[in-house]
């Protein structure tokens, strides 16, 4: 036995060396440029052009730094530091051996100095040394691209990790020669922690909090710099028997994120953003200010759910996204549900979750309030399984959207929120058998989503009021 493991160590050892030494790196300070062009910057989930076979070039980047007020949930506002107005910043799209002339511009309405650390420079801080620039003011720098990948960059301005928390990040791709290989579809994606005075969901604009910094103790982990930013109308889309390219970075500024997509197995995984590749992979990690490049092809429709697997991210905080994907269905693939039959191990009661005492939510005057509170209750606890758009998860959860059940009787609803159910239902004609947990929430705010879910989607306009609530939950 003894013989036999280490005669598998040893090929196991042989394989190993023969996969490194296929790996040459390639010495791109001596490629030649021919020619210059203007790099295509892109704003998240776009990335630009494959750089395919062209030669390297000596390539302009012009990039403006811009500190701007924008939406981190519904009802909140923060104000973002951004490289190109977005968080991310703008995807930067290059080769090995190309030659990069940095131009970074600090708008003259901005209250900060800034600079910027490219993961993928040779030289002090990245570029930070080179690119520290006052509002109003421009700095150029230059650097050749000499190691293919996928990179992070972020400003490097003291306090770094605040300049990193407030959105200054972004991915700059190296393409070997002759470019990745072709995809169907690309996309950027990229996660980040933030830390406000507010906790999660309140209102209003929130400043940024360095004790939670410190303390890692994040309000919000979300791609692409707010919750909601990869679903509804902005989720990402793909057919059937397409292939799928994702550049995912983490910009951090603390959490390592589980990426995985629900539904879906990654084919090729270029492990944090190098040239070594993995295969058939269903989570990987990818550390803060790190990246990854994930591949797979979609061969089912549905809709893949994209999350940070340290899953209470997703369901609480907003690291949650869409793939809708479109398409006929393979049945040989993904059956659906075959059957649907009772199994009561246990005996035929009905368990429910231990229920808990809400906290207090400030109380809604007016109609417009209530349905404005409800919508920002329904994105933190209802939008994983119901969907942004109230059209539930096939086979899983019931539509609320245009939902004859819901609008056929509104205390038994009131009840479901309060009590939780187990059990079928029929929805609009389908049968569901799944169990919605009792919900951990106020009268007040019970009144408010469920009057926000009667309000939209084609629903019969019922208000809810906490008066309502109250009554229901008095019931033995």
Known sequence: MKKIFILIFASVAFIGCKQNDEYKKVDASQIKVEGSMNAELTAPPFVPKPVG???????????????????????????????????????????????????????????????????????????????????????????????????????????????????????????????LPPVDKEYYVMQGDFYTKGANGEKGLQPFDMVKAVKEEPDYVVFNGKTGSLTGDNALTAKVGETIRLFVGNGGPNLVSSFHVIGEIFDNVHVEGGSLVNHDVQTTLVPAGGAAIVDFKVDVPGSLVIVDHSIFRTFNKGSLGLINVSGDENKTIYSGTQSDEVYHPEGSTIQTMPNETGAKAP?????????????????????????????GLPNAFPPLAKSDYLNADVNRAIEIVLKGKTGEVVVNG???????????????????????????????????????????????
Request: charged share 20%.
């Open 53 to 179: 076979d062209r030669p390297a070039k000596k390539l302009i980047v012009n990039m403006e730094i811009i500190e701007k007020e924008g939406e981190m949930a519904d009802g909140v506002k923060y104000v973002y530091w951004t490289f190109g107005g977005t968080v991310p910043g703008s995807f930067i799209r290059t080769r090995i051996g190309d030659e990069v002339e940095f131009h970074l511009k600090n708008h003259p309405d901005n209250k900060l100095p800034h600079n910027i650390d490219l993961h993928a420079v040779t030289g002090p801080g990245g570029g930070a040394k080179s690119s520290f620039v006052a509002p109003g003011h421009e700095v150029t720098f230059s650097f050749k691209v000499l190691n293919q990948g996928l990179y992070v960059y972020h400003c490097a301005t003291a306090p770094v990790g605040m300049h990193i928390a407030n959105g200054m990040y972004g991915l700059i791709l190296v393409e070997p020669e002759g470019g």
């Open 363 to 391: 109380k809604a005057v007016t109609l417009v309030e209530r349905i404005a509170d409800g919508k920002s209750i329904y994105a933190k606890t209802c939008f994983a399984c119901h969907q942004a758009t109230g059209e």
């Open 430 to 476: 389908k049968k569901f058998n799944s169990v919605m947990t009792a919900q951990t929430l106020s009268d007040e705010e019970v009144a408010n989503v469920l009057t926000y879910v009667y309000s939209t989607w084609g629903n019969s306009k019922k208000e809810v009021t906490p008066a309502m609530v109250k009554a229901v939950r008095s019931k033995k």
